[in-house]
């Protein structure tokens, strides 16, 4: 399995949180600040899956991804866009939808999404390194994801609902209504879930490819040029990083 270390771990979710400051103002940052801040411990090591061969399926996996597919986003939309594709969507909106496609992978408000596989049988013979918790009301990851930022006061435009909601495509059933379409007045009106749904799968298969070549090269995602000044992280996150890891 797959190993940052603790310095790998706090570089990126120090650009997640740059991200966030970067591209959101006013109370939509507080909001999301406050419930980065929440899940601050939980969210910084959790996994983006339960099996090694699946994407990034480590501590710090999601966080990891959540750069990959913000980063791939942008770029898929310079390239759609070279080539003529109608870009109805602003960047701020693109951004919003990767960052929280899979928010749902964190869990509820109080336990985690993914526990650590106990059994060994699974680990040895399935490459499952983590499990499904049990004890959390079953719901999709898209719809945890919508209830979390309605819970913490998060709002959204359309394009962005859009978006997140169908990040996943066909490879979730309820989405087929909105990508299968033989009425003309019901195909979607927007590019973006396109885009964002090529670029998670551009994320997912450079991951597993990574994971399956055994050459992680300790990649960390760079992020954006930034617009403004961000504050400092918060002390919080060293002082995690101290207890967790021991200096």
């Known amino acids: 399995m797959k190993e940052l270390t603790p310095e790998q771990i706090q570089h990126n979710w120090g650009n997640l949180r740059n991200i966030i400051d970067v591209n959101f103002s006013g109370e939509r940052v507080e909001k999301l600040n406050q419930m980065y801040d929440y899940f601050e411990e939980r969210m910084m090591l959790a996994p983006a899956s339960g ?17 990959h597919i913000t980063l791939f986003s ?3 939309k310079e390239m759609w866009e070279k080539n003529g594709a109608t870009i109805d969507f602003t960047e701020e909106e693109l951004v919003f939808s990767a ?3 899979d928010l749902g992978k964190v869990g509820d408000l109080a336990e ?3 526990k650590v596989q106990d059994n060994t049988w699974f680990v040895k013979n399935r490459g499952e390194y983590y499990k499904h918790n049990g004890n959390l009301q079953y719901m999709t990851v898209t719809d945890r994801a919508l209830w979390l930022l309605q819970h913490f006061g998060v709002k959204m435009t359309e394009k962005e609902y859009i978006g997140l909601r169908l990040t996943d495509g ?7 209504s909105y990508y299968v379409s033989y009425q003309p ?3 979607l009106k927007t590019n973006i879930a396109y885009i964002l749904h090529q ?13 399956k070549r055994g050459s992680y090269a300790n990649e960390v995602v760079k992020p954006k040029p930034k617009k403004k000044e961000v504050s400092e ?7 995690l990083f101290k207890e967790l890891f021991n200096d």
């Open 51 to 67: 099996k090694e061969h699946y994407h990034n399926c480590h501590v710090g996996g999601y966080v990891e991804h959540i750069l």
């Open 112 to 114: 985690d999404y993914y």
């Open 199 to 211: 670029a998670d799968m551009m994320a997912t298969h450079i991951e597993f490819d990574r994971w």
């Open 170 to 176: 066909m490879y979730e059933e309820a989405n087929k």
């Open 185 to 187: 007045e019901r195909a």
């Open 233 to 239: 992280q918060s002390k919080k996150a060293n002082d």
């Open 74 to 76: 942008l770029q898929i």
């Open 99 to 101: 960052l929280h496609h």
